[in-house]
């Protein structure tokens, strides 16, 4: 069965570090990366994705970090801030499908 | 523009009932999905649609039925609940040929 494995299980850093979180797959038929965040009691928003022709992309303070070789994917925050204390999903797209495989999640805690 | 919605937010059920949760999403979106979410682990798909009249498996179909009479509806049917479904479920829509999953903020649910 596909999977997603992400870790840490949870990350609590002080304002201003920059959390990294780690996600490997074991399929390399997988053809989209995206970033979920989510706060409590809320839905899980797209954050950033990237696709496996391309080995990072930033948008604003967020990276994705990507091996093809290694079928690894990270997602960094830069100078990160209280208000990124939340839930952090990754997931892979297998390829032809419109199924998504996620990860277990990170909750990140980011302390004032 | 509300996005996608979820009714109801929170719901108790006996072992045996059966409820249906609502999903509605007016974005104009053919691609529809139900998920749920146990803690500590990722999202897992239930079921999925391509559009109005076109439904399918996803990967823990067991326990749920849909059905999707028309763009904008994904309900999910759960007959004879069981404590094994007792989770947070989330719906989620997609445009045709972009790929972000925009998620409703979720239908709390406890079987007892």
């Known amino acids: 069965q596909q999977q997603v494995k992400q870790s840490p299980q949870s990350l609590i850093v002080q304002k201003g570090g920059i959390p990294i979180i780690n996600c490997a797959y074991e399929n390399t038929a997988f053809d989209y990366f995206p970033w979920y965040q989510q706060f409590p009691g809320k839905g899980p928003a797209l954050l950033i994705a990237?696709?496996?022709?391309?080995s990072e992309k930033k948008e604003g303070r967020f990276t994705i970090s990507f091996n093809k070789s290694a079928k690894q994917f990270s997602l960094h925050i830069m100078d990160s801030q209280p208000g990124d204390s939340a839930t952090y999903f990754c997931a892979a797209r297998p390829s032809g499908t419109y199924k998504y495989i996620f990860g277990t999640g990170t909750r990140l805690k980011v302390l004032a | 523009n509300a996005g996608v919605t979820q009714t109801p937010k929170f719901r108790i059920l006996k072992i045996g009932q059966s409820m249906t949760l609502q999903c509605a999403q007016d974005?104009?979106?053919?691609?529809m999905y139900w998920y749920r979410q146990d803690p500590g682990m990722g999202l897992k798909l239930i079921y999925y649609?391509?559009?109005?009249?076109?439904?399918d498996k996803g990967e823990v179909p067991n326990g749920y039925n849909v059905s999707r009479s028309t763009t904008e509806d994904f309900p999910l049917r759960l007959e004879l609940a069981a404590p094994s479904q007792t989770s947070v479920y989330f719906c989620?829509?997609?445009?045709?040929?972009?790929?972000?999953?925009?998620f409703g903020p979720g239908t709390r649910l406890t079987v007892l």
């Open positions: 989620a829509s997609s445009p045709d040929l972009t790929d972000t999953q925009y």
């Open positions: 974005m104009n979106h053919n691609y």
């Open positions: 990237i696709r496996p022709d391309v």
């Open positions: 649609s391509v559009g109005a009249g076109i439904t």
